[in-house]
């Protein structure tokens, strides 16, 4: 799984960054998402959510990280997913916990901005 990772990491740190490019690669980790979000939530999520350069990018991967690797796959309850054990599995504390601090800091940090002007 290293170099899926590896790959994935790439893809992640593109995302938002590179003209043109968010489409393929939220669809890119879509697909491993449904398959294997184990090792989606090993990548560097919140780090790379901080520094993402454009607001809509990084509005864009709070949704995916809630929708994609917070929630379990629909039907993976009912052994329709492409592997189900994977699909079910819940998010780690850690990986929520974080995911929750990075979501209060963004809207602490634009309440503040909200207050300045």
């Known amino acids: 799984w290293s170099l899926t990772e590896e790959l994935l990491g790439s893809v992640l740190r593109e995302w938002g960054g590179k003209k ?22 090993r990548l560097a999520w919140t780090e790379q959510i901080r520094s993402a350069k454009k607001a809509f990018a990084q509005r864009f991967q709070l949704i995916f990280v809630a929708n994609e690797l917070l929630r379990p796959a629909p039907g993976a309850a009912a052994g329709n997913a492409v592997n189900a054990d ?15 601090e990075l979501c209060a800091e963004l809207l602490e940090a634009s309440l503040t901005a909200g207050e300045d002007k």
Do not use: N
């Not at 994977?86 to 929750?100: L, Q």
């Open 86 to 100: 994977a699909a079910t599995v819940p998010a780690p504390a850690a990986f929520v916990e974080g995911y929750a």
């Open 20 to 41: 043109d490019c968010d489409a393929w690669c939220q669809a890119a980790l879509k697909a491993f998402a449904v398959r294997a979000p184990h090792v989606l939530r």
